[in-house]
């Protein structure tokens, strides 16, 4: 069987090796030249993007910006998955906040803007702490304003002044005091079949993922089947398959949605080593239409992200459960390097490991780590 | 990190698939061509030979059947690990046998043979229930010829008669009266660190390997103590780095070695799923220098071979805790074409679980999974 990705990052080279094993050769699209590429080596394959279509079993996507023109013949050979309109939601705010709202999903109120002068209604109508966020092609906290206090508002007008609102509009919303960011990885196959992971904590630094921890600390069963049925109404009103990421805040025992990424995710790679069956091994048994594998977690687990740096010590794998992952890539500042998986038998243990996983790393790099295994040690078990 | 390994079959393969998240990119060679190839699509690299061994970090094997010409190229480079004694020795039994008893290490009863009338001297000393095995290149039960009474003896001479026995000498052993086979999966480091998986049991059907069961049920402390000792002697004594399987025979509390593969083993696959750090990702921490993984067992698991078939269902996924590794490989009789990985919380759920697998499989190829299923539902919690 074969399996094309768009996209050929970090993502597409861990289904690679998810799928082998299941005698599923992964191929991926570099979306920036239309070449079909091997994941792991990103040396061009003989074939070109036509005849990989016409010979893969099915067609997926490591990211959400893929070109739409791209995605367009994707969705006619009726080999995509997820779908052309969910991997949009994911690509557009406007979607997203439609969807949400459509299905009566919690989400943080807010209002569209296509014209800038609307600003001043937003603070009207919801208060003058404010997330401004352009609709499309905004990640890891790229193309976001905050609005601290109605004084700041020309300041945010003059920063905006230059983006054109009718073919991007903004996403204005209600700043959200929450008391942490959840998320939950789940996957829904073709007969509709859902199985979940536990929720995980993820602590972000300016904007980006750099610890997950999983299943979150503290959840109580109502809170985990309060997301759990969360994604179950977003998966099965986007007649949804494939893994599918929900971001959402906690506040108190309610979840608000922050985010959908249609495809897997960040925040479930501690699933390679911390459940039976991965994240990547899981999407692709669902695109594929293969029975979808064991979710539950074997223990607590952490991921940590490697963002912006290369020289660490290996050593770090003299620490029991810490598994390293390596992508491969050049180092750029602020670019995901790899990862950092640790299991354990408690959170405590937990703590221990990320502790001692600090004596190899550099401290600039991992801000969230210490503090993170810190608060992990004083779980009680 | 680059490791070039000399054989390109399903080992390297998974070697592969445990380097890639380390950073670690390996090539194989095909040794009946002398050619660098990748080793899941097993298409040329575009380097030759002496290049791939130029750049690589280090080298290795996944078989002990490597022409010497080339191990010793191989040598001179002070890259290989093992080393190419090691390598040597799981080829040639003669030179097991002497290394067995050099660090007497137990084994059973043998003698040498390269003159075929001194099989009736084998007789008087070992006793007239012999196997008979040529020294080099058997496997799998190939080369090897039992005799159970002094009267098969004429007829034993003749099919050996047109072998060189000056070339290949004939092992001849007693053959032992044992309870069952046993496998003791290892790893040492360059630093002398030696971590062993627990004992796994095999269980055989016309000389191939079909099921393993690990931990091996049934197994004292005292008597995986013992394997341990066995396997610290061979590997220091063989100032050996990487994984070295050895196979062993029970009677009573007593252990027999019976073969040493020195390399990933067929016994040693349930680690993928049963075990933290699989014996593929140690074996390549040892060759390139980094710590080893934690070995010990999640819980029971099961290896099952899928030998000489390629049609069963794909539900065989549905059993949680299940997972497919398949080698890409044209179907051949008798070959190995890929292994499930069954792991579980006890022995008896474990039974259970291979008690479904049966209903994916055709019968007459898995003939040691229904029992196996029925003994390990059996086993008391």
Chains 1, 2 share one sequence.
Request: hydrophobic share 40%; aromatic share 6%; with cysteine.
């Amino acid at each position: 069987m074969r399996v094309l990705v768009y996209g050929a990052g970090q993502l597409a080279q861990m289904m690679y090796l998810a799928g082998c094993p299941l005698g599923i050769e992964v191929q991926a699209v570099d979306v920036g030249n239309d070449t079909v590429v091997h994941p792991v080596s990103k040396r061009p394959l003989d074939t070109s993007l036509a005849q990989a279509i016409e010979s893969a079993d099915a067609l997926t996507v490591e990211f959400e910006h893929v070109p739409e023109r791209l995605l367009e013949d994707a969705s006619k050979t009726e080999k995509l998955s997820p779908s052309m309109n969910a991997i949009l939601v994911g690509a557009d705010r406007v979607r997203e906040k439609r969807l949400l709202d459509a299905l009566n999903v919690p989400n943080a109120a807010h209002q569209v803007v296509t014209y800038i002068d609307e600003l001043e209604d937003c603070v009207s109508a919801l208060g003058d702490k404010l997330i401004i966020k352009a609709s499309r092609d905004g990640y890891d906290g790229y193309g976001q304003w905050r609005l601290l206090e109605e004084g700041q508002l020309p300041e945010i007008k003059q920063a905006l002044s230059n983006l054109d609102l009718n073919t991007v509009p903004l996403v204005v919303e209600q700043m959200v005091n929450f008391d942490r960011e959840l998320s939950l990885v789940g996957v829904r196959d073709k007969d509709g079949d859902i199985k979940v992971y536990p929720l995980a904590e993820n602590l972000h630094h300016q904007g980006q993922l750099h610890v997950s921890v999983a299943p979150a600390p503290h959840v109580t069963d109502a809170l985990q089947k309060k997301a759990e049925e969360i994604f179950r109404v977003l998966a099965e009103g986007m007649n949804y398959v494939g893994v599918l990421a929900v971001e959402m805040f906690q506040c108190g025992e309610e979840l608000l949605v922050n985010e959908l990424a249609p495809r897997v995710h960040n925040s479930g790679h501690w699933s390679m080593s911390g459940s039976d069956t991965s994240q990547f091994e899981n999407h692709l048994r669902a695109v594929v239409g293969l029975p979808l594998g064991d979710t539950s977690a074997r223990g607590p687990s952490a991921m940590v992200n490697i963002i912006g740096c290369s020289s660490f010590s290996r050593d770090l794998l003299k620490i029991s459960g810490c598994h390293l992952h390596w992508y491969g890539k050049t180092v750029r500042e602020k670019r995901k390097m790899g990862h950092i998986n640790v299991t354990a038998d408690s959170y405590q243990a937990l703590g221990e490991k990320l502790e001692a996983l600090c004596q190899y790393v550099p401290n600039e790099y991992f801000p969230k780590l210490g503090k993170e295994a810190r608060k992990l040690k004083q779980i009680e078990a």
